[in-house]
T-cell receptor, first 112, second 111 residues
Framework: DGGITQSPKYLFRKEGQNVTLSCEQN?????MYWYRQDPGQGLRLIYY???????QKGDIAEGYSVSREKKESFPLTVTSAQKNPTAFYLC???????????FGPGTRLTVL | GENVEQHPSTLSVQEGDSAVIKCTYS??????FPWYKQELGKRPQLIID?????GEKKDQRIAVTLNKTAKHFSLHITETQPEDSAVYFC??????????FGTGTRLLVSP
């Protein structure tokens, strides 16, 4: 479980502010992912990256941005353009195609 | 693209009973099917997975079956215990290092 970490655990944001969620892994995994989970809902893919310096949009990328400058790190920025950002955000990593995804502990973002 | 449907959305059983959760998928090219358990406020954790070259896989009280022809797979939990209470998600790979998740099943095991 300690192989993939997210910070902070809780984050509060005022409307109109951008915030960045951290995700770090020491599992030497090539692929990393960001999901959003709303109460009582499933996991929806925001962005994913298969390799350093490359990433693709998922199903709900609008209002979010990412970077992948290092293999270990895949930060997610929630911009002011995201209309309803209050949610539980999960980061995951995977060694590659058709393999288990390992999840971080999550960040709960609340917009005040 | 891949679409995964999961049923039921909620499932209540008595301790010691069996529980079955079913998923269907749309993309016949999918070949990896994991199941995750998520306790309240925690991260999803893999409990069992199956690949398309296998029809059934067991791990103690948990088993998964796969029917590639019908494009459905199921999670079976026997001798349920209160600590099995959680939300369970099925998923299918898309062939692009992505998983598509079902909407989840909330399992409640009553003592």
């Amino acid at each position: 479980d300690g192989g993939i970490t997210q910070s902070p655990k809780y984050l509060f944001r005022k409307e109109g502010q951008n915030v960045t969620l951290s995700c770090e892994q020491n599992l030497n995994h090539d692929a990393m992912y960001w999901y959003r989970q709303d109460p009582g809902q499933g996991l929806r893919l925001i962005y994913y990256s298969q390799i350093v310096n490359d990433f693709q949009k998922g199903d709900i990328a609008e209002g979010y941005s990412v970077s992948r400058e290092k293999k270990e790190s895949f930060p997610l920025t929630v911009t002011s353009a995201q209309k309803n950002p209050t949610a539980f955000y999960l980061c995951a990593s995977s060694p590659g195609l058709a393999n288990e995804q390992f999840f971080g502990p999550g960040t709960r973002l609340t917009v005040l | 693209g891949e679409n995964v449907e999961q049923h039921p959305s909620t499932l209540s059983v008595q301790e010691g009973d069996s529980a079955v959760i079913k998923c269907t998928y749309s993309d016949s090219a999918s070949n990896y099917f994991p199941w995750y358990k998520q306790e309240l406020g925690k991260r999803p954790q893999l409990i069992i997975d199956i690949r398309s070259n296998v029809g059934e896989k067991k791990d103690q009280r948990i088993a998964v079956t796969l029917n590639k022809t019908a494009k459905h797979f199921s999670l079976h939990i026997t001798e349920t215990q209160p600590e099995d209470s959680a939300v369970y998600f099925c998923a299918a790979d898309t062939g692009f290092q992505k998983l598509v998740f079902g909407t989840g099943t909330r399992l409640l095991v009553s003592p």
